[in-house]
């Protein structure tokens, strides 16, 4: 059987599932805290700022800036073998979120600490798409 149909796929959890839902429509949707206003990412139940249960769901805009980023020229696990080399990065969103993701669409020589990116979106499996970034 081919490696590349083995990729571990995320497993949407209650929590979670409105992240996942955005990103089959085409949005980034992330929690806000009602009670501090603090952007909360990952999914949670609890404000990781104040402990409030008071977290409701937003569009945002998807669109932010580099924060840091490696180059994995081996593969990080087997299953990601035919993805080398891979371009891994966190990503801080207009929000203040910081987020590990993909970067796509982009040569290796123009990745630039700072430089401006925005979401774009891969259908994986007719449950998940995930997120990735590139050059805005």
């Known amino acids: 059987m081919d490696v590349e149909l083995l990729k571990p796929l995320p497993v949407p ?12 429509e085409g949005k980034v949707r992330l929690q806000k805290c009602d009670a501090c206003r603090t952007w909360v990412f990952y999914p949670r ?3 990781s700022c104040c402990l409030s ?3 409701r769901w937003r569009d945002v805009s998807g669109r932010g800036t580099l924060y840091t980023f490696t180059i994995a020229r081996q593969p990080t696990s087997p299953h ?8 891994l990065a966190v990503v801080e969103l207009e ?4 987020l590990t993701t993909n ?3 982009v040569a ?3 990745i630039r600490v700072g430089m401006r990116v925005k979401a ?12 990735k970034f590139q050059p805005a």
Request: charged share 25%.
């Open 108 to 110: 290796e020589a123009d």
């Open 13 to 24: 959890t209650p929590v979670s599932l409105p992240f996942w839902e955005g990103l089959a």
């Open 80 to 87: 990601f073998a035919s993805d080398t080399p891979q371009l």
């Open 120 to 131: 774009c979106f891969e259908r994986v499996s007719p449950d998940i798409t995930l997120l």
């Open 45 to 47: 139940s609890r404000c």
């Open 103 to 105: 970067l796509v669409h």
């Open 95 to 98: 929000e203040g979120v910081r």
């Open 53 to 55: 249960d008071q977290l």
